[in-house]
């Protein structure tokens, strides 16, 4: 790529943003705190193990709740922030082209993501060989981005972070809370079936069962689809205004 | 001449749905010229800027800046241009180092120039400090010295010094001065007539988005110079402004014969008067 150096600059500021923003940086501090306060308290309970519904609802928790708290939160809200302290519109009209940017952007909450999935999966200690590697990356990977589109959405939309934590909640309701409680109704784990954070969630059950997970069409559909219909909805968005509208 | 335009605006007009921003502009601004736009709050200033830059789209006319016209302008332009906004657009809870060297790696500028700027705006002492623990004047030469990092060719500045203490704004102007001595076309908004009178090569007088006059300020304020009149503070103390006629150029040659005049000088208008006379409005309102 011909301007590397901008995209690592503008990765650097992003990094530099999210790493002292104390609100930012205590979404994946509580995902992995909670999943490990979880597991010691169910486990000291039922005498050390797990009980594999327990497991897999911690599994749901913390794959979630680390999906669209830093996905969407960590993306919407540093742009929102870029907004409110007009340096978004400085790195614009620094030649930062828009897909620097965007790529400067997702970097580092797309890496923190995966490796918060792969230390929850660490902490409720689902052994290595148990998990299919393959499969796990990919809708690890493909649902952290979607995350991350979704959140670059918020961020186009908002106007300042106050905004951008009210836009977010629709997000989180549907995203977060539908897989996480799936189990418990029937209706709300089919719709569950149609978030990519529902078919990581059904990949969690599996290891949670002991289960083989095998990716069916209809996960590889939705995962997919959702990526790219949030990329189309966050050009169109682009088109219309760019990131901040005069 | 032609080739030294590094930016022309011909018949610039801006609507938003149903106001008209700005009316029928049209000027140009050559290397090594201040140009000073002028004019109160809402006349349009930023909105011209953000025209010339490629940040918001013309209803009519043609703006070029370094020979492309605004409406295709891409993100390489901005390597050769500096832009300072109203607002300070700083990362607050970066250092000021952070700040210009980050800045420094978008445009491949070496360390050594960043640390050049820092010293010329004198900065050097706080380059650790936080950018949000600055005072407004320091925040504001951090401000300028991102925006001339990559010595850009034109420079816009918007309101610079606005809100500045008179040693920091003089400080500003010094750094003007000394870029515009480098080559640098500088286009700066501002509502200070005094700031522009100094600075700038020429002015525009911007009044409800139309540009009411345009020229050096010196030439602008003898236009208007039709009624002469002197300031006369005579030895008792009495303070007077006449009119030129016949009458009182007597008066002032039988007071300097009795030498009773203390101190004596022409009254041409100043820009604020100009504005005041040619919009029936006062520029700081």
């Excluded at chain 2, 909105?47 to 390489?76: F, H, V």
């Excluded at chain 2, 250092?95 to 700027?117: D, H, M, S």
Aim: net charge neutral.
């Amino acid at each position: 790529m011909k301007n590397m150096h901008k995209l690592a600059a503008v990765a650097q500021i992003k990094w530099l943003c999210i790493s002292r923003n104390t609100m930012i940086m205590m979404g994946p501090v509580m995902v992995i705190a909670m999943v490990e306060g979880c597991k010691i308290l169910y486990g000291s309970k039922s005498g050390g193990g797990l009980a594999p519904y327990l497991t897999g609802f911690l599994l749901n928790l913390g794959l979630s709740m680390n999906i669209c708290c830093e996905g969407f939160v960590m993306v919407g809200t540093t742009i929102a922030e870029e907004k409110e302290k007009h340096t978004l519109r400085v790195l614009m009209t620094s030649s930062v082209t828009g897909v620097q940017y965007f790529i400067g952007t997702i970097i580092f909450p797309f890496l923190m993501l995966m490796a918060v999935n792969y230390i929850v999966l660490l902490i409720i200690g689902i052994p290595f060989e148990m998990i299919p590697a393959l499969p796990f990356f990919l809708v690890s990977v493909t649902a952290s981005l979607t995350s991350c589109v979704l959140g670059m959405i918020v961020g186009i939309c908002a106007k300042d972070q106050m905004n951008a934590s009210l836009i977010v909640t629709p997000f989180m309701m549907i995203f977060m809370l539908v897989p996480v409680f799936g189990n418990l109704s029937e209706g709300l784990h089919k719709i569950s079936g149609f978030l990519f954070t529902g078919v990581m969630t059904g990949m969690t059950e599996c290891l949670a069962n002991g289960e083989k997970y095998v990716m069916t069409s209809v996960d590889a559909a939705v995962l997919f689809g959702e990526l790219i219909i949030s990329i189309l909805v966050f050009l169109v968005l682009y088109k219309r205004n760019g990131y901040e509208k005069d | 001449m032609e080739q030294n335009v590094l930016l022309s605006l011909s018949h610039i007009s801006k609507r938003f749905k149903t106001e008209l921003a700005l009316r029928d502009i049209s000027m140009t601004l050559s290397k090594g010229e201040i140009l000073g736009f002028l004019g109160p709050s809402g006349s349009g200033k930023t909105t011209t800027i953000k025209i010339i830059t490629g940040q918001l789209r013309q209803t009519t006319g043609e703006a070029k800046l370094l020979g492309t016209d605004s409406a295709n302008i891409d993100a390489s332009i901005y390597e050769k241009i500096g832009v300072v906004s109203d607002n300070s657009g700083i990362y607050e809870k970066m250092t000021v180092w952070q700040n210009l060297y980050l800045f420094a790696r978008i445009w491949k500028v070496p360390r050594g120039r960043v640390e050049q700027v820092i010293s010329q705006v004198g900065l050097a002492e706080h380059i650790k400090k936080p950018a949000g623990k600055l005072s407004k004047g320091q925040t504001q030469r951090l401000v300028l010295a991102r925006a001339v990092l990559h010595k850009p060719r034109v420079l816009f500045l918007d309101e610079p010094t606005s809100g500045l203490d008179p040693s920091t704004a003089v400080a500003i102007h010094r750094m003007l001065l000394d870029l515009k001595e480098e080559g640098m076309a500088i286009f700066l908004t501002t509502h200070n007539m005094e700031e522009a009178a100094k600075l700038c090569d020429k002015v525009a007088l911007l009044h409800e988005g139309e540009i009411v006059e345009f020229g050096p300020p010196q030439e602008i304020c003898l236009k208007y110079n039709q009624i002469k009149k002197y300031h006369v503070l005579l030895n008792s103390n009495k303070d007077l402004v006449l009119e030129q006629n016949s009458e009182n150029i007597g008066r002032i040659a039988r007071w300097m014969e009795k030498d009773q005049i203390a101190c004596i000088h022409s009254c041409e208008p100043t820009l604020e008067t100009v504005f005041l006379e040619v919009t029936g409005k006062d520029l700081n309102i």
